[in-house]
Nanobody, 123 residues
Framework: VQLVESGGGLVQAGGSLRLSCAAS????????IGWFRQAPGKEREGVSSIRSSDGSTYYADSVKGRFTISSDNAKNTVYLQMNSLKPEDTAVYFCAAGRRIVRPAAGYEYDYWGQGTQVTVSS
């Protein structure tokens, strides 16, 4: 099983980035994919998730209206489009996969994790 994030980088406040999470080694349609982030000295935060089977989504209040999650099932890839970025969005962003997700923001419900990609938003 492998989850590989990409697309992080340095961007100015107000800018945009698109993160990708490429999955392999499991039946993609059976899993929900979540995005989490962790900033230095802060707890991990569940940002967004999508269920591949029905497309249902979750967004944290902190990113609603700015971030959009989408899934390309043919490519086993989930994207996180991040617009209107703020300095407080600076963190390492991780994607995770879980088969039985009841609480999308609960990291302990996910089975597999990627290595993370750094997002830095300058003011």
């Amino acid at each position: 099983v492998q989850l590989v994030e990409s697309g992080g980088g340095l961007v100015q406040a107000g800018g945009s980035l698109r993160l990708s999470c490429a999955a392999s080694g499991f039946t993609f349609d059976d899993y929900a994919i979540g995005w989490f982030r962790q900033a230095p000295g802060k707890e991990r935060e569940g940002v967004s998730s999508i269920r591949s089977s029905d497309g249902s989504t979750y967004y944290a209040d902190s990113v609603k209206g700015r971030f959009t999650i989408s899934s390309d099932n043919a490519k086993n890839t989930v994207y996180l489009q991040m617009n209107s970025l703020k300095p407080e969005d600076t963190a390492v962003y991780f994607c995770a996969a879980g088969r039985r997700i009841v609480r999308p923001a609960a990291g302990y419900e996910y089975d597999y994790w990627g290595q993370g990609t750094q997002v830095t938003v300058s003011s």
